[in-house]
């Protein structure tokens, strides 16, 4: 399965009413307040995610550049997965269901050194945990070699154990990095966290510029362990006046708390991972670049869903996790909601345009250097595949930060583990029953990310009473309607601009993009201005102020 699983200004608001389902009076204020810290959160987080991205599209280029598509480039896509796997099952999967939730609680000046206790705690214990974890998978590589990568011949095998060895050191690093960004989340401190993502993408390129011509394709799991390294180090001057100490106190009451909030997830991670490593199995067995073009077109689908549903949801979680749904519903749908539009009103105008102008997009990053017309083609195929999936991906982050927010965890756990045997099911059926090889997985990860997104809609409404009265599907009907100028002026402007002999080289290529991609934009703001869909004022409002440094209006100060 696909690795894709997710400021405000005022006057743009100043004559409307109060949301729907907000009280008058008090309650609008709030309501304004919360609004404002999400949208300026998110636009921070969106930033560092612009800034990682674009990093990140210099990555791929110089991958694909040096190294094409090839069963060497597969066995890489395959092994880069064991410290995410890893990382996911022991600290990232805890970030959004335990820890953020309940260091929020203790993030107040009052209760500082508390939390600073309980900082030296987790990461002591984190230290303790990865280094065992990082010594058994050393002992045990040509095993989880043979795991991922069953369909492979012994050579490509050997060239797997080679890069677990290499890669696995920097589970260590992610896991006290993971708890770093818990800890900045949950002080509502965004700009660290922010910054580890760009510095992350910087520590590839480098290996891979520097060692490839001396360690081969051992360079790209070296560039794994630089980039983790590098997304560490970014964390540390968010601790400036932190005091700090080694401390294994296992018996804290947090630390309890924290373990009994996560435990439902681990059963759903451990079957996302199990689902994973079959999956990377399954095409194994298919062709040896298959895994390779999936990665490629699962990392364009990556890019709005980090940029904005990842951002977002981040933003929302910790507001969210500081208000009890039982005593203040309205507000708690209120907070959900606005982030929801927030990520709907961005991430379909994206799919349109990825839809329109993504086989150009993947020519423009990787088809250069070893990789081929025929790996751009592959690579396309995969990615309008994928697009079915985007926008129910999108939106389901913020629904499963929703639910543990509130403290629950086994209802995410149960959906995200009947969504998994939904594609356990559909995916082998159609590569190989029905033939279609890779491609027959990537449409069961579309398949299980919509049902686990609409799964999980119809929960929350059985749980929170729904949000009709939100203006969820009314800016949805909006955000799509203002996306057929997208389709429509991005295909002009492509077919155009390959009309006038410009060349085909990498800056032409360049221009024809940015210039077909600018006018998909620019249909999509007219579209917005003239049915009034104000997420899209808000949103540009929140990242223009923090690009300009200018403070946010008082009415819209966090609460």
Known sequence: MGDIHT????????????????????????????????????????????????LGLVREAVIAGTFGASGSTSVFDAVSQVP??????????????????VLSEYATEERRSELERILSILLSLTALVMLIVTVLLELTAPWVARVLLGGFDPALQSTATLLVRVIVPSIFVYGLSGILQAYHYARKDFVYPAMGAPVHNLGTIVAVVLLAGKLDIVSLSVGILAAATFQFLAQLPGLRGTRLSLCFDWRHPVVRRILHLYAPVVLSIIVQNVGIVIDRNLASRTVAEAITWMSKATFLIQLPLGLVSMAISLAVLPTLS??????????????????LRLVLVVIIPAAVGLLVLGQPIIQLIFEHGAFTPADTQQSWYALRLYLIG????????????????????????????????????VGPALAFLLNWGFLGLVIANSVQLTSHALIMLYLFGRRFEGLRGYGVGRTTLKAVAASLPVAALSYVAYVGMRALPLGDGFLQRAIVVCVSGAMGCLGYLLGARLLHITEVDQLWGAIRRRLLHSPAPAEESAP
């Open 390 to 425: 985007l926008p129910f991906a999108a939106i389901d982050l913020p629904l499963v930060f929703a639910f543990y927010a509130q403290k629950d965890t086994v209802t995410p756990v149960m959906v995200g583990i009947a969504a998994v045997v939904i594609y356990l099911i």
């Open 7 to 54: 400021g405000i200004d005022s006057s743009a608001n100043a004559a409307l009413p109060p949301e729907p389902g907000v009280a008058s009076g008090a309650a609008p204020t709030a309501q304004a307040a919360t609004t404002g810290g999400i949208a300026r959160a998110a636009g921070i987080n969106s930033i560092g995610n612009i800034a990682s991205r674009v």
């Open 84 to 101: 995410k796997m890893v990382y996911e099952l022991l600290v990232g999967g805890m970030l959004s269901a335990a820890l953020v939730p």
């Open 322 to 339: 500081q208000i009890d749904a039982r005593a203040e519903l309205d507000r708690f749908k209120g907070t959900l909601s606005m982030g």
